[in-house]
């Protein structure tokens, strides 16, 4: 079997049970699905734990069979089990434990491997955001509110793995001061 096809080259593509534009809010959906999928696999070759590893490798099999959903133009049978949703935040309550308290917003970043999650999570968000406006995938709306939360608290635990302290969010903060040249 070839790689390509071209069914594509004029701008569509399959949905099943329909052609669409390739600029179609599903296929934009589906999409940025993809993107989150792979920015959880540049997550995984940072992490350093290997059970962190094992449930963001699952996710992304989640990932995929949620997808799967948005292939369909007509509304979607019901092929996920949404317990998954429990799953993350029975995930989140272990990884939390490992955390210090959190009394303010933090900066998205820090360790490499954190910094990788926090991308992840923005890219999720942006996923609720798609299905959100699809009205198709309402069902689905629970799973990515949490993935987006847990993906908030494993960047905090990487960090603490790192070594390296969440960064606090200060109004107005001055950071950053640049040298200033001699007159």
């Given at each position: 079997?070839?790689?390509?096809t071209?069914t594509?080259?004029?701008g569509?593509?399959s949905l ?7 600029s ?11 993107e989150?999928?792979?920015?959880i696999g540049?997550a995984?070759a940072h992490?350093?734990?290997?059970t962190?590893?094992?449930q963001?490798?699952?996710?992304q099999?989640d990932l ?8 369909y133009?007509e509304?979607p049978?019901?092929m996920?089990?949404l ?6 935040e029975r995930w989140?309550?272990?990884w939390?434990?490992?955390?210090p308290e959190?009394v ?14 926090h991308?992840a999570?923005?890219?999720?968000r942006?996923?609720e955001?798609?299905l ?8 689905q ?7 987006s939360?847990?993906?908030?608290t ?5 960090n603490?793995?790192a070594g390296?302290?969440d960064q606090?969010?200060a109004?107005g903060?001055?950071?950053f ?6 007159e």
């Amino acid at each position: 079997m070839k790689r390509y096809t071209r069914t594509g080259d004029k701008g569509e593509t399959s949905l099943i049970g329909s052609r669409v534009e390739k600029s179609h809010p599903q296929i934009e959906a589906m999409g940025h699905l993809d993107e989150l999928n792979s920015q959880i696999g540049l997550a995984i070759a940072h992490q350093e734990d290997e059970t962190l590893r094992i449930q963001l490798t699952k996710i992304q099999h989640d990932l995929f069979d949620l997808g799967s959903e948005l292939m369909y133009a007509e509304a979607p049978p019901k092929m996920v089990d949404l317990s998954i949703v429990t799953e993350l935040e029975r995930w989140m309550d272990e990884w939390e434990e490992s955390c210090p308290e959190l009394v303010r917003f933090i900066l998205p970043g820090g360790s490499v491997a954190a910094a990788s999650l926090h991308v992840a999570r923005t890219v999720c968000r942006r996923v609720e955001r798609d299905l959100a406006a699809l009205g198709v995938a309402d069902r689905q709306l629970p799973y990515f509110n949490r993935l987006s939360d847990y993906l908030f608290t494993v960047a905090r635990y990487a960090n603490v793995v790192a070594g390296v302290p969440d960064q606090e969010y200060a109004r107005g903060a001055a950071v950053f001061q640049p040298k200033r040249k001699k007159e």
